[in-house]
Nanobody, 126 residues
Framework: QVQLVESGGGLVQAGGSLRLSCTASGLRNDFDTYTMGWFRQAPGKEREGVSY????????YYADSVKGRFTVSRDNAKDTLYLQMNSLKPDDTAMYYC?????????????????WGQGTQVTVSS
């Protein structure tokens, strides 16, 4: 059974930083054979893609709203995905989800990934 467990969320003031982690287990193949992504969903809004990272980490994509502030990375030896979030804004407040196994299409669309974590809440106060 595939499990993606996110951690690192919390309450932070605007301008602050958080580092999210996502640890994978139960994958059929090695972690480094799965393209990964981060998504977020604010209350009343659709889930949106935040970032994408390729198998080795050599290719990354970001939503325009987070470019220059967020950095995605992965440690394949630890089966772990990260999202470093700096200069946080109140608009970044959302539940953040880790996703695995890109199935094709547009990376920022929810249907592009097969496996999902339960999410970790990020709240940014003004």
């Amino acid at each position: 059974q595939v499990q993606l467990v996110e951690s690192g969320g919390g309450l932070v003031q605007a301008g602050g930083s958080l580092r999210l982690s996502c640890t994978a287990s139960g994958l059929r193949n090695d972690f480094d054979t799965y393209t990964m992504g981060w998504f977020r969903q604010a209350p009343g809004k659709e889930r949106e893609g935040v970032s994408y990272i390729s198998l080795s980490g050599g290719t990354t994509y970001y939503a325009d709203s987070v470019k220059g502030r967020f950095t995605v990375s992965r440690d394949n030896a630890k089966d772990t995905l990260y999202l470093q979030m700096n200069s946080l804004k109140p608009d970044d407040t959302a539940m953040y989800y880790c996703a695995a196994s890109f199935r094709g299409g547009r990376w920022y669309q929810e249907r592009a990934f097969a496996y999902w974590g339960q999410g970790t809440q990020v709240t940014v106060s003004s």
